[in-house]
């Protein structure tokens, strides 16, 4: 979940912004390396646009892939 933290914070502009949009105070963020919760998770999720598992299992999200299951390319 930290490393989920990380790049939609990277991806936002910095843990303030992130904080901004998810509607938790910063210090909330700082709490996920030593507790965490599901619902931090979930709204981690939204804000970055991924499944709320990706959240949880730390699996990267492939460039071009569909995030429900993962085919890459356009339709056939």
Known sequence: MR???RNIAR???GRDVLAAVMGVG???LQKIRHE???G???LLARAGGIPV???LTG???VAGACALCGRK???S
């Open 73 to 75: 390319g356009g339709a």
């Open 3 to 5: 490393a989920a933290e």
């Open 40 to 42: 931090v998770a979930v």
């Open 26 to 28: 910063r210090h909330t």
């Open 11 to 13: 991806a936002y502009g």
């Open 59 to 61: 699996r990267p999200h």
């Open 53 to 55: 598992e990706q959240v």
């Open 36 to 38: 965490s919760s599901y």
